[in-house]
């Protein structure tokens, strides 16, 4: 059953609702070849909200929710507490890409479809953390390195060498050295200076 197929079915509520066994579910969910011809559809404009949305809401909805949970557990987003995968940007694009009056028009990506492109023009997203576009071998490479490095600062001599530099630096003595070794070396250069 294709998706051109699909918009032209009305979506029956009470499919849902039932409560039957699970395989008895898959079966009600599956289109059945005996099915009864359709009632024509309704006029947009006057019918009941119930009638729009059965009959031009949710088969054009329905598999782009479905694509959006295939592509969801592709992102292991019912793994994981956070993701980069963002539900209404993919729902975004495959609505547009997939609207009957864009049949012939080439695939178009979220960040360039024009009205995302205008939105996000005056209200700028905040970039997501590198963490979203980590692997899990280059997020597990760097945790190890950093518990690594904590281990090897947590050795004893490490300590002491850290707590040497750390006296070094408040008490100033190198920045003194330094400017010992300068003012020698200056005087050194006036000395020659003043011999020439």
Same mark, same amino acid.
């Not at 949710?58 to 479905?66: D, E, H, S």
């Not at 947590?154 to 008490?171: I, M, P, Y």
């Given at each position: 059953?294709?998706?051109?197929?699909?918009?032209?079915?009305?979506?029956? !509520? %009470?499919?849902?609702?039932?409560?039957?066994?699970?395989?008895?579910?898959?079966?009600?969910?599956?289109?059945?070849?005996?099915?009864?011809?359709?009632?024509?559809?309704? /006029?947009?404009? !006057?019918?009941?909200? @119930?009638?729009?949305?059965?009959?031009?809401?949710?088969?054009?909805?329905?598999?782009?929710?479905?694509?959006?949970?295939?592509?969801?557990?592709?992102?292991?987003?019912? %793994?994981?507490?956070? !993701?980069?995968?963002?539900?209404?940007?993919?729902? !975004? =694009?495959?609505?547009?890409?997939?609207?009957?009056?864009?049949? /012939? %028009?080439?695939?178009?990506?979220?960040?360039?479809?024009?009205?995302?492109?205008?939105?996000?023009?005056?209200?700028?997203?905040?970039?997501?953390?590198?963490?979203?576009?980590?692997?899990? =071998?280059?997020?597990?490479?760097?945790?190890?390195?950093?518990?690594?490095?904590?281990?090897?600062?947590?050795?004893? %001599?490490?300590?002491?060498?850290?707590?040497?530099?750390?006296?070094?630096?408040?008490?100033?003595?190198?920045?003194?050295?330094? =400017?010992?070794?300068?003012?020698? @070396? =200056?005087?050194?250069?006036?000395?020659?200076?003043?011999?020439?």
């Amino acid at each position: 059953m294709s998706w051109e197929a699909g918009m032209l079915q009305p979506f029956c !509520t %009470e499919q849902f609702y039932s409560s039957p066994a699970t395989d008895a579910v898959v079966q009600q969910l599956l289109p059945t070849p005996e099915a009864a011809p359709l009632p024509e559809a309704p /006029d947009p404009k !006057t019918c009941s909200p @119930q009638a729009y949305l059965e009959y031009y809401i949710f088969p054009v909805l329905l598999p782009g929710m479905t694509e959006l949970l295939h592509q969801a557990k592709k992102e292991k987003c019912f %793994e994981r507490k956070r !993701t980069k995968f963002i539900a209404c940007d993919f729902l !975004t =694009e495959w609505l547009y890409n997939h609207n009957p009056r864009r049949k /012939d %028009e080439s695939f178009t990506e979220f960040f360039s479809i024009p009205f995302v492109h205008d939105w996000l023009k005056n209200h700028p997203r905040q970039p997501l953390p590198l963490s979203f576009f980590l692997s899990e =071998e280059e997020a597990s490479i760097i945790i190890q390195a950093f518990w690594r490095g904590y281990r090897v600062r947590c050795d004893r %001599e490490v300590q002491e060498l850290r707590q040497w530099q750390k006296q070094l630096r408040d008490e100033k003595i190198i920045f003194q050295r330094v =400017e010992e070794f300068w003012a020698r @070396q =200056e005087a050194k250069a006036s000395i020659q200076s003043g011999d020439l």
